[in-house]
T-cell receptor
Framework: RKEVEQDPGPFNVPEGATVAFNCTYS??????FFWYRQDCRKEPKLLMSVYSSGNEDGRFTAQLNRASQYISLLIRDSKLSDSATYLC???????????FGIGTKLQVIP | NAGVTQTPKFQVLKTGQSMTLQCAQDMNHNSMYWYRQDPGMGLRLIYY???????DKGEVPNGYNVSRLNKREFSLRLESAAPSQTSVYFC???????????FGPGTRLTVT
C-alpha cells in the first residue's frame, strides 16, 4: 500500500457544485496533514492545514479521520478558478517523513 | 517580498554535463528543501537543510549534492547529468520544523 493515496481524477464538475476529495494514508503515527493547490505548470501553494478538529476557510473545509486514516477536502460553490490539482501532504515525523500524494485534478466547467 | 526564487527557469543539458540550480528565500526561514516532480508521482524530497549549516539526504539523493550557502540560499548541484534526472525541480522553505512549506516557481530540466 502506498504511504499516501489520492484518486488522480480528473473530477469534472459544473460551476456551483460541491466536490469532495479524499486522501488515505498508511502510517497511523502520521502527525500533521496539509492540502496544497497546484496550478498547471506552477508551484504548489499551501491551501490549508488539516487539524484534528477540522477546519474551514471560506468555501473550503478540511477534515481528518484518524480512525479510517484519511483526510478530506470539501469545496462548496465551485468556481472556474478552483480548477487545479490538489495535493495531499502527510507528515509521519521528521523532515524525511513528509509524503506528497500524486494529486487530484479538478476541472470546473462553465 | 519575493518569497522563494529559483534560477534558471528552464535548462537543457547533455548527458554528463553539470549544473547548479540556485534557490533563495527572503522570509527568514530556517529550513529549506529540494524536490523533484515527475509525471504520475508525488513530489519527492532530494535533500533538505533543517537549519543553516546542516544538510541531509531525502528520499532520492543519488546523483545530487547540495550546499546551504547561508540562511537565505540553498543550491542543488548535478555533477554528471543523466536522462533520468529530467524533471521539474522545486525549492521550498519553511519557518522551522516540518510546517507549511513555501515553494519557488520551479526549474524545468531536460537531459538529453
Amino acid at each position: 500500500r502506498k504511504e499516501v493515496e489520492q484518486d488522480p481524477g480528473p473530477f469534472n464538475v459544473p460551476e456551483g457544485a460541491t466536490v469532495a476529495f479524499n486522501c488515505t494514508y498508511s502510517n497511523s503515527a502520521s502527525q500533521s496533514f496539509f492540502w496544497y493547490r497546484q496550478d498547471c505548470r506552477k508551484e504548489p501553494k499551501l491551501l490549508m492545514s488539516v487539524y484534528s478538529s477540522g477546519n474551514e476557510d471560506g468555501r473550503f473545509t478540511a477534515q481528518l479521520n484518524r480512525a479510517s486514516q484519511y483526510i478530506s477536502l470539501l469545496i462548496r460553490d465551485s468556481k472556474l478558478s478552483d480548477s487545479a490539482t490538489y495535493l495531499c501532504v502527510v507528515n509521519s515525523g521528521g523532515y524525511q517523513k513528509v509524503t506528497f500524494g500524486i494529486g487530484t485534478k479538478l476541472q470546473v466547467i462553465p | 517580498n519575493a518569497g522563494v526564487t529559483q534560477t534558471p527557469k528552464f535548462q537543457v543539458l547533455k548527458t554528463g554535463q553539470s549544473m547548479t540550480l540556485q534557490c533563495a528565500q527572503d522570509m527568514n526561514h530556517n529550513s529549506m528543501y529540494w524536490y523533484r516532480q515527475d509525471p504520475g508521482m508525488g513530489l519527492r524530497l532530494i535533500y533538505y537543510s533543517a537549519s543553516e549549516g546542516t544538510t541531509d539526504k531525502g528520499e532520492v539523493p543519488n546523483g545530487y549534492n547540495v550546499s546551504r550557502l547561508n540562511k537565505r540560499e540553498f543550491s542543488l548541484r548535478l555533477e554528471s547529468a543523466a536522462p533520468s534526472q529530467t524533471s521539474v525541480y522545486f525549492c521550498a522553505s519553511s519557518e522551522q520544523g516540518v510546517s507549511e512549506q513555501y515553494f519557488g516557481p520551479g526549474t524545468r530540466l531536460t537531459v538529453t
